[in-house]
């Protein structure tokens, strides 16, 4: 099911979005202040790729806290607000429930992707 989920988002939109990260990652990467804020960028772009059969484990200290704190303030809200809102119009339909679940997935690490590991979900 995760496989032909995948394929789903990846052609209605997820290659986009995935490119999107990868190019934004790529710019903030050129200055080595935003380094920080280009590798998250990256970890965003993996989730846009392929988010079914992926969770998101939180983790981090004091350090992880504060970058959360200056992402949020420059730009990490209007991610996760608009990630959010396309997932509740996702979940108006029965079919679209399992991509907006994704999107609300995808809000929570754009909201404090500091810390944050996006890991393979293992089905024994």
């Not at 960028?41 to 969770?55: E, V, W």
Request: hydrophobic share 50%; charged share 10%.
């Amino acid at each position: 099911m995760r496989i032909l989920g995948n394929i789903l988002w990846i052609i209605f939109g997820g290659l986009l979005s995935f490119l999107g990260w990868i190019i934004t990652g790529l710019l903030y990467c050129i200055t080595i202040v935003g380094i920080p804020v280009g590798l998250q960028c990256f970890k965003l772009s993996s989730i846009s790729l392929n988010p079914f059969g992926k969770q998101i484990r939180y983790g981090g200290g004091a350090g992880s806290f504060l970058l959360n704190v200056v992402w949020f303030i420059f730009g990490g809200m209007e991610l996760a607000l608009g990630n959010f809102i396309t997932g509740l119009i996702l979940c108006i339909t029965i079919i679209g429930i399992p991509f907006g679940k994704q999107f609300f997935k995808i809000a929570g690490l754009s909201l404090r992707p500091f810390g944050a590991e996006v890991e393979r979900e293992h089905y024994l």
